[in-house]
């Protein structure tokens, strides 16, 4: 709920297009914890769609900062294996997650930067390789993409609960 | 052989976007490329769904304006069923995109565009960011994310979701307003207006004039201009006909099932986002910086140019304002961000004038639509410019055909030459550095693509 973004100290953002297959992994993420974790109090995991980076301007300029972001997205990233679920450092995300024809509405490269280096939120940036996003606009993802939403949901987990 | 510049990404602008600055061998701009992110097949993938399903669906286009999408094809799908919402129904509906758009506003001049010039478009990226504003103007940063955070929580408190709203359908929507809601939301909008009016003073005082030079200077292109109107020509977000105004002001009104007589879609090679032009201008757009033809602008700037006047008394006080010093059509790029100013007024003193009709809380808010074939078009404007939902359905209530232009797609063609026109007129002799990149990156940010 956006009435507790500023309340809470960890936040787990799941971005992507639910529209374009693959990419729809980071909803699908946020999901899977609702559905099937019992989070902490201080734990808000939100789907932002495509619309991330209106809630990170908040947060950047906020009083009040999470303690742990962590951003849950697709990734196409070469030499790794669809489904594979990783954490990437901010200054390794490839090229195609920042500019043109992106299908990912992920934050901006920038924008994370700032918020890592000027101030004291952590932020984790985890993600799964796709099998395939598609041309044009199909829904559903792959079969590796499912696996990797529970390898991802176990992941953050741990996050979580190292802070916690 | 020349060489190729490549800025990438473009920093803080809403959606994703790359320019290639091609240069000769002399190292001049021989010339450029804006490409901007696309969603492709939309349009096909709507084919065969229940159109009372769209609404719920197109929120997903775009991350920024989920609510315009949202409205947009659910006047689309009113149209289609033939139906016509209650009075009260279209009221809520207003008052929840005014409240979406205040939120938007205030993003985009805070945080998109004030880094360039609260801090200064020469500045280092290093300090010229979003976190650069806190050191600058902290008081303002803080109370600029509270009201954001504000107009998010009303979307959310009442309307049920703030990022992919489920609020309006065909016939109308989901819940009425009842007296408490009322008056809860309208404190809210209270200090919406006062930190709106004090936010246009500010601009006009402390921003504006310290690069005026800048806004005479970057990206300017005289080109045409669309947006919606009401009958008596006064600026309107959610409904009305629309207006494509030529470079030298004078227009043509057309309803809005008349847009393909009007309004032209030219692919490009090299772009998988259309170029739509006014095909009464010309056969397709001309990106000639000398001579351009078929070419209009959407969203803020385009809207405050096609009005005769504002619907709401502070906003029209500034548009006079503006219009005494800038004129009809105003064609400066950087304009963009004093009418989205102008436009933030606007929408929060509708917000708050919504708010004391009594007939907002109204319980008649819905009327039951049955399948049918027909055609709707569904127009509002969009943060980012006129917005176009046509759906064509069939017996059973399914789509059978779809378009959609967005408001980005609108300035396809005019942020394409005012690169170039920034571009040409900075980089020479192959001589360039981070401070003329960045300007034509402001060009584009003022369209807010």
Redesign the interface.
Known sequence: ???N??EKSILVFGCG???WGDDGFGPAVIDHLKKNYSLPENVLAM????????IL??I????KKPELLIIVDAVDHPGRNPGEVFEIPINKIP?NK??????H?FP????LE??QS??QIKVKILVAQTQKIP????PGLSKEMENAVILACEQIWDFINVVV | MGKVINI??I??I?????VAIHLNEEGNVSDTFL????????E??CEGRPVEEMPR?V??I???C?WAHHLASSKAGDACLGVTVPSAAIKLRRLMQMIAYV?DKL?NFY?LAAPDFVIGPDSD?SVR???G??GAAPDI??K??HL??LT??IL??FAGR???PTFSMPGGVSKPMTEKERKKILVSADELLEFSKFTIGFAKENVFPKYLDAIKSIGVIKVGHIGTVTDDGALDFYDGKLRLMKPDGSFDDFAYDEYLDNIGEHVEPWS?QKFPFAKKWADKPVLDLDNPAGIYRSNCLARINVCDKMATPAAQAELEEFRESFGRPAHLTLLYHYARLIELVQCAESMVQLLHDPEITSPDIRVKVEPKAGRGVGCVEAPRGTLIHDYETDDNGLIKKANIIVGTTHNNAAMNLSVKKTATELIKDGTYDQGILNKVEMAIRAYDP
């Open positions: 709920m956006i009435k973004l500023f297009n639910i529209l789907d932002m769609g495509t619309s991330i980076r209106d301007f908040d950047a300029l906020s009083e090229d920042t500019s043109d024809f992106s299908l509405q901006t490269v920038n924008l700032e918020l000027q101030t041309d044009e606009v199909k | 990438q990404p920093t803080r809403e959606g994703h976007a790359k490409h901007v992110q696309a969603l492709r097949g939309f096909k993938f669906i929120c997903h775009c991350g920024i989920p939120g993003l945080f990226y960011n979003v976190v504003i806190i940063a803080k600029v994310v954001r955070h998010a929580q959310e408190e703030a990022i992919h998988y």
